[in-house]
């Protein structure tokens, strides 16, 4: 089975701190994604990597960088967390694109992040 | 604006019904797939379908497409307490670059 982790369930942070949110997968898959989940607006892509050293916005980057320095490893950094950044994170990966499509992607537990 | 917009918002069943579910997008696609999230917790693959299929069944999930309307419907047969969750819909657009396009979803409730 295919397991991607998060590094933390529920992370509480002041306004201005640099917070780092961890994802590893454990399938060998080129592409991961970093979403976040409010209620009413779904989930937005802020952040994917189609493989190493590699990265590409996604619909709402702004706050937000990403690192990827091994394949298995995704991180989202929040460069000075902000409260409008409270939000659940759920980190996903995936294989090689589909014949004519994305594949399937599978998604960590979520992090429940507050900032005050 | 999104791409996939579900059809209803909120649902209420009662266990052993049959629980309907719709999805409608805008442009162009490779493929629909559809996930399950339980409260508080990641989302979980159900099913895709490319766009040259036009219905597809796992268990008790049946899944159609209608690419002439741009949508898609995900029926859950025989409803069980245990399927209550969010469910979404995700489209993968012609020419996006490979990213996934999620729904706000549809907040399914199964009375035992």
């Known amino acids: 089975d295919v397991k991607v982790t998060q590094s933390s369930r529920y992370l509480v942070k002041r306004t201005g701190e640099k917070v780092f949110l961890e994802c590893v997968q454990d399938?060998?898959?080129?592409?991961m994604f970093w979403y976040r989940q409010d209620p009413g607006l779904g989930l937005r892509l802020i952040y994917f990597s189609y493989d190493v050293k590699m990265k590409e916005k996604g619909d709402i980057p702004e706050g937000y960088s990403v690192s990827r320095e091994k394949k298995e490893r995704f991180s989202l950094i929040l460069e000075s967390a902000s409260t409008n950044q409270t939000s659940m994170y759920l980190c996903?990966?995936?294989?090689?694109?589909?014949?004519?499509?994305?594949?399937?992607?599978?998604f960590g537990p979520g992090t429940r992040l507050t900032v005050l | 604006s999104q791409q996939g917009e579900e059809d209803p918002q909120a649902l209420s069943i009662q266990e052993g019904e049959n629980a309907t579910m719709n999805c409608s997008y805008k442009?162009?696609?490779?493929?629909l797939q559809w996930y399950r999230q339980n409260s508080g917790r990641g989302l979980v693959h159900l099913i895709l379908?490319?766009?040259?299929?036009r219905e597809k069944h796992s268990g008790r999930l049946r899944v159609t497409l209608d690419t002439s309307k741009k949508s898609s419907s995900l029926l859950i047969t025989a409803s069980r307490a245990a399927d209550t969750a969010s469910y979404f819909c995700?489209?993968?657009?012609?020419?996006?670059?490979?990213?996934?396009?999620f729904g706000q979803g549809t907040e399914l409730s199964v009375k035992p």
């Open positions: 399938m060998d898959h080129e592409n």
């Open positions: 379908i490319r766009s040259n299929e």
């Open positions: 442009t162009s696609i490779n493929n």
């Open positions: 996903a990966s995936s294989g090689g694109g589909l014949a004519g499509g994305m594949d399937t992607q599978y």
């Open positions: 995700a489209t993968d657009p012609y020419n996006q670059g490979g990213k996934l396009i």
